[in-house]
């Protein structure tokens, strides 16, 4: 059990990409894609696309470079709310209330809050999503049916990249990767997509354990 926390809780940094001491690294050239108007065009369909997806409930697959590997179900309502439900034997659930990120070990009764604006999730929840000003686009590629579009933080390029899958036609959210400065890569794989359902939002409250004192 020890070796899975361990491994399991370096995955959700990852995931997270909340890189320690940031506030001292020296920020990184910025470098944006050269995007074609066709790229631009599709570009602004993905973004319309996300301002759309108000809420989704999906169940999904994690997989990281360092060895964790995971399932749960996901809740997304935005703004600023998420929630991963893990499944057993994992006894880990995140959920992010708008503020923080708050990963939570239900067997240790432990919790550990984070600034959710301090990751690249942050970009699924936002209010107004954007493929510009705080965040950059460095990478737009093209296969059959299919877009991947990998960007940064602006300001905290350091901070890694995420990248997207959507597959069109329709046009849909599959699956997205972050690298963490160290390089370690977090798969997150979506099935079973429901958008624009009611989801309950207690789901994306944690006001600790109850029996704590």
Sequence with gaps: ???FRKYFFVGF???MVVAAGLHQAIAAENIGAKLSAE???DLKRIEIYLNNMKTLRAGFLQVSSNGSLATGKLFLSRPGK????????A???????GIFLIYIDKELEQFTHLWLDNTLVWFLVKDDISFKDDVTV??????SNIFYVTLTKTKDQEQGSITMV????PLALRKWTITDPQGIETTVTL???ESGVKIDPELFEFNGFPNAE
């Design 1 to 3: 059990m020890f070796h």
């Design 13 to 15: 940094l990852s995931l």
């Design 39 to 41: 790229d631009k065009k």
């Design 82 to 89: 998420m929630r991963f439900e893990y499944d057993p034997p």
């Design 91 to 97: 006894p880990i659930l995140m959920v992010a209330d």
């Design 138 to 143: 460095t990478k737009f590629n093209k296969g």
């Design 166 to 169: 959507f597959s069109d036609k």
């Design 191 to 193: 099935s079973n997509l």
